[in-house]
């Protein structure tokens, strides 16, 4: 999910003027919290698929998704929402206050199964086995009396 939200944040750019989205907001036209934003997508994408400390890659996405939860209940809060621009196409249309917080509701919902999935990872997720050191080697056996 992380990958396909940085390609279209990527391919959108973002609108520093006239603010249309949330995401345009959240980072106030600065260039440095655009490439921040994304280069902390696809940390937590490349950490979850590369399987190392995979627990802790879990952490990592659970902290950046209840972050966004947080930014969508505020959006929803707005009376004048605007459409998250966060990768996922919207399911109704935008013409709707009403319809736009189903939208941001959805995205909020989205975010807690993946929160939940997370979880499952935290909890069943095995941490590779490091091979230990070799025991020592036994003790040469005593030489034959010639």
Do not use: Q
Not at 53 to 76: E, K, P, S
Not at 108 to 114: E, G
């Amino acid at each position: 999910m992380f990958l396909t939200a940085v390609w279209s944040k990527w391919n959108t750019g973002f609108e520093s003027l006239n603010p249309t989205s949330i995401y345009d907001r959240w980072i106030a036209g600065s260039p440095v919290r655009h490439y921040a934003i994304l280069s902390a997508e696809v940390l937590a994408a490349v950490w979850i698929l590369s399987g190392l400390r995979l627990r802790w890659a879990a952490v990592y996405t659970a902290t950046m998704l209840t972050i966004y939860i947080v930014v969508l209940a505020v959006a929803i809060a707005d009376p004048n929402p605007k459409v998250c621009d966060c990768g996922v196409r919207p399911v109704f249309p935008e013409d709707d206050a009403r319809m736009m917080r189903v939208n941001l509701a959805i995205g909020i919902v989205r975010n807690v199964i993946l929160m939940l999935g997370c979880g499952w990872i935290w909890l069943f997720g095995e941490e590779p086995v490091r091979p230990a050191a070799a025991p020592p080697a036994p003790p040469a056996p005593p030489a034959p009396a010639a």
